[in-house]
């Protein structure tokens, strides 16, 4: 499914956060969005979600706006992962799954088992089966974090869009959380675009890195290509060592 | 306790309580006159009570819901406050309680419109919302003392005997309001369930699953507000039953999420023991059923917060 942005404006409160925006989200692939804080890589994203309304320019999901799409229609075809959501009290890894398939439902349309086998797999694919059932106050980081993964896999979307899903978790736990993120694009074919903070991380886990600084897009294209010390100096301003280690790795930048 | 056990066991004690209420003034026999009293006077303070306990435990629940914050009620957020000082202004001018009603729903309506339009942006803020309708309730408290102390003493007496909520004035056209509005109400939390049960993990994600929930939250505002100031009107407030229904349902369920039935069952259950109370003699005569609530709703709020901070 092909997402693109084109033309994108949009301030907050009169701060202008994106300023002219054209991005084509490469389908089937894993999309990584990094950039200095408050440089609008969020907003983008939830932009690109339809959650928040343009000034000017639009989304467009296969050629359609996003804004004209009704929204249980685009729920079905673009899932959102906020930055942190609310744990409802009281729930269990399940039903938080199970929240997934909202877009399906409503008040005289009940689960049916077509909707259990879509919350089953989504189990099964982030590795949740042997705690369905536990109580999601109980979790741990890395843990929570896939369930809510999961949670946006029930939603059975071709487009996935996280904001931040490695915030809070320590090392391992990122690797961790990416290596999912991959394996799922890779076996189910999603689109799944990500805001990420550790560059190192992108380059590893992302086809394609995103650079946004001051609401524009500076850098676009494999890690390979964009992610250099000319690059870097342009996205943060800064000067970062970049090591290449050639033809197959990702490269690693460390702090001057 | 399940599901049905709960709602069986809150008929009950509602049901156990309604008939203690057609029989506390003694009982009655198959007489005309006895009849007459049963049917012109016991049984419409009876259904009345029980009505307005479950218009006030759906408008609370409503929105402590929509607004995710247990002390966001509408006697809270300024529009019980509105239609009392409605009730104050028709009172005072007027001097008597014929359009006590419209006044109340007005007075209620019009502070329902200031609450939102103040907070109003892209959307109902909950947060902002609950602020600024505690500072319009106050505002509004203000407003009926200040009228209750100019009036003259006779208007002054009627306006605070009115504003202290009780049933001993029912009559069958208020009890049919109150079903209309129950009716009504029970309607919309029906169809808005679904989408109510669904807002607890941000506006963000109910959004990006498909979900409105600006027009959700407008929907049980507007409703919360019209059913307290139907109520206020009627019976003027009983206060702590919005505040008390929606927490004590969900206690007693022990689950998350919304429970707007049975917090009108938890409010008719409040309410019919608050106007049951009110028939006992205390030094030689009765106190109202708002008086009953008022006493019994601060320590009971606090059971609640003590009770939910062992729990988690």
Not at chain 1, 156 to 164: C, F, I, M, N, Q
Not at chain 2, 55 to 80: C, E, H, K, W, Y
Not at chain 2, 247 to 259: D, F, K, N, S, T
Request: include cysteine; glycine fraction near 12%.
């Amino acid at each position: 499914m092909a997402l693109s942005v084109s033309g994108l404006r949009l301030a907050l409160s009169g701060r202008p956060i994106l300023n002219g925006i054209d991005l084509a989200i490469a389908p089937g692939q894993v999309t990584a969005l990094i950039g200095p804080n408050g440089s609008g890589k969020s907003t983008l994203l939830r932009s690109m979600a339809g959650l928040q309304r343009p000034d000017a320019g639009q989304v467009a999901l296969n050629g359609a706006p996003v804004a004209t799409i009704p929204p249980r229609e685009l729920a079905r075809a673009l899932a959102f992962l906020p930055q942190s959501p609310i744990q409802p009290e009281g729930s269990t890894v399940r039903s938080l799954v199970e929240r997934g398939r909202t877009p399906y439902l409503g008040t005289f349309r009940p689960m049916t088992a077509a909707d259990r086998r879509a919350v089953d797999r989504a189990i099964a694919q982030t590795g949740l089966g042997d705690i369905a059932d536990r109580r999601a106050a109980t979790l741990s980081g890395g843990q929570r974090q896939r369930a809510f993964i999961a949670m946006t896999l029930s939603q059975e979307t071709p487009v996935l869009l996280l904001d931040e899903p490695t915030t809070y978790l320590d090392l391992p736990h990122q690797i961790e959380l990416l290596r999912l993120v991959r394996r799922i694009n890779r076996e189910m074919g999603h689109t799944i675009v990500m805001v990420l903070h550790d560059i190192n991380l992108a380059c590893r886990h992302a086809d394609t890195i995103v650079g946004v600084r001051d609401g524009r897009i500076v850098l676009d294209g494999p890690a390979a290509q964009v992610i250099t010390q000319d690059g870097l100096r342009v996205l943060f301003a800064a000067d970062l060592r970049v090591i290449q280690p050639g033809a197959q790795g990702a490269p690693i930048v460390l702090p001057e | 306790m399940t599901r049905p056990a709960v709602t069986f066991g809150l008929c009950a004690v509602m049901l156990g309580l309604a008939a203690a209420l057609l029989r506390v003034d003694g009982p009655l026999g198959p007489g005309a006159t006895d009849r007459l009293i049963l049917l012109h006077i016991r049984l419409p303070r009876m259904l009345l009570a029980g009505l307005t306990g479950a218009m006030l435990g759906m408008a609370g629940s409503l929105l402590q819901t929509v607004l995710r914050n247990p002390l966001a009620t509408p006697d809270v957020i300024g529009f019980g406050g509105g239609a009392a000082a409605g009730v104050a202004v028709s009172i005072v001018t007027t001097g008597g309680l014929a359009l006590v009603l419209p006044a109340a729903l007005v007075g209620g309506g019009l502070s329902a419109v200031l609450v939102l339009g103040l907070t109003w942006r892209n959307g109902v803020q909950p947060l902002q919302l609950v602020l600024v309708g505690v500072a319009a309730n106050l505002m509004l408290f203000a407003l009926t003392d200040v009228l209750l102390s100019l009036a003259p003493g006779l208007q002054a007496g009627e306006t605070a005997r009115f504003l202290t909520g009780s049933f001993a004035a029912a009559h069958w056209p208020a009890v049919a309001w109150a079903a209309l509005a129950c009716a009504l109400a029970g309607a919309v939390a029906l169809a808005t369930g679904f989408g109510l049960s669904r807002l607890d993990m941000g506006d963000d994600l109910a959004r990006s699953q498909g979900l409105n929930p600006s027009r959700l939250r407008l929907v049980a505002i507007v409703l919360s507000a019209a059913l307290t100031s139907l109520e206020v009107g009627q019976s003027g407030p009983l206060p702590f039953v919005a505040l008390l229904a929606g927490p004590i349902a969900r206690h007693l369920l022990g689950v998350g999420g919304p429970a707007i039935f049975h917090a009108a069952l938890v409010g008719a259950a409040l309410a019919l023991a608050a106007d049951l109370a009110a028939h006992l003699p205390i030094g030689g005569t009765t106190l109202p059923a708002g008086l009953y609530t008022s006493l019994v709703g601060g320590p009971a709020m606090l059971a609640i917060i003590l009770m939910s901070k062992e729990r988690s």
